[in-house]
Every structure is written in C-alpha cells, then in structure tokens.
C-alpha cells in the first residue's frame, strides 16, 4: 500500500503524475536519455576513478623512497617523462574534473530555483570546468623540466649540465 508523501517536501519543476492521490515524479517518455547517461556517467566514472587515485597514491606515496617527502619537482618531472604517467594523470583528471562538474550539474539543477540563475550558474561551472581541463591537459602533455638555455643553478639534478 503507498503512502502519500508529507505535504512539506517540495519538488520543484517535476512533471509531477497523481494516481489514487499520491503524487508521483516520474519523467515523460519523450525525455531525453541525458540524466539516465548522466547518472550512468557518474557510477562508472565513480568506479574507474577509484582505481586511477589509489594507483596514483601507491606509486607517489608508497613506492618511492622516503615516501611523501620524495616528491619534490623532480620527482614529478621524472614521472611525467614518462607516457604511460602523463596518460594516467590526464585520464585522473578528465575523470574527475566531469564527475564534480556533473555533480555541480545536478546540485545547480535541484536548488537554483530560477531559471536565469540556474542558467549562469551552470555557464560558470561549465567554463571552469572546461578551463581547468585545458590549463591541466596542457600542463601534463608541455611540462618540461629541462628547459633550455636555463641557468644551471636551477635546473633539477637529473637535468644534463645541472
């Protein structure tokens, strides 16, 4: 037998449906397939980036010597020369920046009750989001650690000439 929901809880811009007097949110089948892609998105991403963090804090904090006092600019320089870390790193970010944006996605949709809030709100995070990939993308794939024509005095140790 189902129970009519308590009169306090508001769901706002729901296609609502009554049946027997119970008040039901369920979505049209017109609708889109974005938020069930969405949702799907977000368990998936939630698995894989389990995996990418914990991978990623075994080999920065476990594995070298001395632990989390090792990583210093060479530490990341030396990992980053190598194209199987750039790619783990870049996919740790990709994955994690869209999950919180997707996340942020859903929070704006719930509580930003207009719709002209609700449009700049999600602008913003959409072109944060989209900077931060970029600006993270092009740091990991042009991080050079040896420039040239650097003053030796500041070059790393693993460096030719330093």
């Known amino acids: 037998m189902s129970t009519p929901l308590k009169p306090q809880i508001a769901v706002p811009r729901s296609n609502d449906r009554i049946v027997n007097g119970v008040k039901y949110n369920r979505s049209g089948s017109g609708r889109s397939k974005f938020e069930m892609l969405a949702w799907l998105y977000m368990r998936l991403s939630g698995v894989v980036l389990l995996v990418l963090v914990f991978g990623h804090l ?37 994955l994690a920046m869209l999950h919180g944006a997707n996340g942020m996605r859903t929070i704006i949709d719930d509580y930003a009750e207009r719709d002209g809030a609700r449009f700049w709100l999600k602008l913003a995070l959409f072109l944060a989001t989209g900077f931060i990939i970029l600006l993270g993308t092009l740091v990991i794939f042009t991080f050079e650690p040896c420039p040239a024509g650097a003053d030796p005095e500041l070059l790393a140790s693993f460096c030719p000439g330093a």
């Open 58 to 94: 075994i080999a920065n904090l476990m594995v070298p010597e001395g632990g989390v006092h090792a990583i210093d600019f060479g530490f990341v320089g030396g990992k980053w020369a190598n194209p199987f870390w750039q790619v783990w790193d870049l996919a740790m970010l990709w």
